[in-house]
């Protein structure tokens, strides 16, 4: 609320308009847009702990002669039992394979391997054009 403390005088200026704003609205705006970043904040963060299960379904049967991509603990990757680098992958793969991009390729992990390095072989693999990718693991024992 403005008041006008003139001189006192009557300049017949009785109905000056006075230029302020109000406020009340973006108080209340404010207000509704704290409110929902209070509830969308929690919402927005992942923080679910996964214990992921191991498979107990029947294994696949194998191709005559699968081509087996292996990453050893020391994160050093084998195609079948050949050392090879992620530079001359390429060129290995097609070699095995024939050429035939559509085969599927096994990768075997070691258990240490991080999943850091397991993206990058696969990255790799897809650089390469084999898209048909297969992850090798142990049965888990049956239970009664």
Do not use: C, W
Not at 21 to 33: K, S
Not at 57 to 71: E, G, M, N, S, V
Not at 109 to 125: E, F, I, R, T
């Amino acid at each position: 609320m403005a008041f006008n403390l003139g001189s006192g005088g009557n300049d017949g200026d009785d109905l000056a308009e006075t230029h302020e704003i109000n406020v009340t609205p973006f108080i209340d705006v404010m207000l509704v847009l704290l409110i929902i970043f209070m509830v969308a904040a929690p919402l927005a963060t992942v923080d679910i702990p996964v214990d992921l299960p191991s498979a107990s379904t029947q294994p696949q049967p194998r191709p005559d002669k699968p081509i087996f991509l292996t990453l050893k603990a020391d994160q050093t990757l084998a195609l079948g039992d050949t050392p090879v680098t992620a530079d001359t992958l390429p060129a290995a793969l097609d070699a095995a394979s024939g050429g035939d991009k559509s085969q599927r390729v096994f990768v075997r992990g070691d258990k240490s391997v991080p999943y850091d390095a397991v993206m990058q072989a696969m990255d790799a693999l897809r650089r390469a054009g084999y898209l048909k990718i297969a992850l090798v693991g142990l049965a888990a024992p049956a239970t009664p």
